[in-house]
């Protein structure tokens, strides 16, 4: 989760994202990769850089192997939690990046794909 975190943080710096981005990037990366060891027991990350034109962004794919998410609609309100804690793991994660992606079905895992733009 660590690595990750710091892989993530070290190319949004190297490509130039703002400190703000950078922060918001590697604030949803921890959480989700915590998300995925706390819940799954742990998964695989795909970090990609990306060029749309002038736009320069980056790609993590969080898999896991878990439970799934029985309902994901209410999750995603935030303040759900199946682990007492404050349940704005995955809605916080949404609303730091710029594009946020969740497939998933009970008893078969959980994907989800985030995207951070550099700011032009």
Known sequence: MFLVRR???TLAEQRGFDP???AALTTATSELGRNAFLHAGGGAVILEELQDGDLVGIRLQFRDHGPG???????MQG????LKS???GLSGSRRLVNEFHIQTAVGQGTLIT???WKRL
């Open 7 to 9: 892989k993530a943080r």
């Open 114 to 116: 985030i995207i951070k």
């Open 20 to 22: 703000f981005s950078m």
């Open 86 to 88: 404050l349940g704005l």
């Open 79 to 82: 303040g759900y939690s199946t």
């Open 69 to 75: 998410i029985a309902d994901v609609e209410r999750v």
